[in-house]
């Protein structure tokens, strides 16, 4: 199965989970002549390979593109160029992501120490992992541009991914399965900390 195939198979997987409702969210997997995204506007359960837009490594959207790709480019384009080894970028719209990115103090959330947490290579021992939390801009190159300064001020990302408040999760992995493997994670963790504070309170 080629990578554009599969991340397909995981749009698909994701739309049934509900998260990529009402053709919100975006996926994308590197390729050797740059990156493939999924389009502006359609419904995530139903995309085919040739839907992809291929967003070619000279950053220049052919102008013969037959379809518009996600807006939410920028932010692919921003993780693509700063990891290296990430190989797909997958973003999505939980209602848990959203609700625990209200939770985040000085662009911060902290997580629970879930057994979860080793999915992403944490031991019992290490400090516990916070995750960075942007703002939500009206412009999407706008958050793009938070992201970038982030790295560019050399912090590093403990987890592969972060929220932006109030719209959704985005994370990257060395592959397809892993980007899934990611998005599956970090819902766990934020469901349980929906769970927990409704059951406390
Ligand atoms: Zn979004």
């Given at each position: 199965?080629?990578?554009e195939?599969?991340?397909?198979?995981?749009?698909?997987?994701?739309?049934?989970?509900?998260?990529?409702?009402?053709?919100?969210?975006?996926?994308?997997?590197?390729?050797?002549?740059?990156?493939?995204?999924?389009?502006?506007?359609?419904?995530?359960?139903?995309?085919?390979?040739?839907?992809?837009?291929?967003?070619?490594?000279?950053?220049?959207?052919?102008?013969?593109?037959?379809?518009?790709?996600?807006?939410?480019?920028?932010?692919?384009?921003?993780?693509?160029?700063?990891?290296p080894?990430?190989?797909?970028?997958?973003?999505?719209?939980t209602?848990?992501?959203t609700v625990?990115?209200?939770?985040?103090?000085?662009?911060?959330?902290?997580?629970?120490?879930?057994?979860?947490l080793k999915?992403f290579?944490?031991?019992?021992?290490?400090?516990?992992?916070?995750?960075?939390?942007?703002?939500?801009?009206?412009?999407?190159?706008d958050?793009?541009?938070?992201?970038?300064?982030?790295?560019?001020?050399?912090?590093?990302?403990l987890?592969?991914?972060?929220?932006?408040?109030?719209?959704?999760?985005?994370?990257?992995g060395?592959?397809?399965?892993?980007?899934?493997?990611?998005?599956?994670l970090?819902?766990?963790?934020?469901?349980?900390?929906?769970?927990?504070?409704?059951?406390?309170?």
């Amino acid at each position: 199965m080629t990578s554009e195939s599969q991340l397909i198979h995981h749009a698909n997987q994701l739309y049934e989970k509900g998260w990529m409702a009402g053709t919100s969210g975006n996926l994308s997997v590197r390729t050797e002549d740059g990156f493939r995204i999924t389009p502006s506007g359609k419904h995530k359960g139903e995309l085919s390979v040739a839907d992809l837009v291929l967003l070619p490594s000279s950053g220049v959207l052919p102008s013969d593109s037959p379809h518009r790709p996600s807006a939410e480019i920028s932010l692919h384009q921003t993780i693509y160029r700063n990891c290296p080894d990430a190989r797909a970028v997958y973003h999505v719209h939980t209602v848990e992501a959203t609700v625990v990115s209200e939770w985040a103090r000085a662009g911060s959330l902290e997580l629970p120490p879930l057994e979860m947490l080793k999915g992403f290579g944490w031991r019992g021992g290490d400090p516990l992992p916070v995750f960075p939390v942007f703002s939500n801009h009206a412009d999407v190159r706008d958050i793009a541009a938070d992201l970038e300064s982030f790295f560019r001020r050399k912090r590093e990302f403990l987890l592969p991914g972060f929220l932006i408040r109030l719209h959704g999760l985005t994370v990257w992995g060395d592959s397809p399965a892993a980007a899934f493997k990611h998005v599956e994670l970090f819902d766990f963790l934020f469901r349980f900390m929906v769970l927990s504070r409704t059951v406390s309170s």
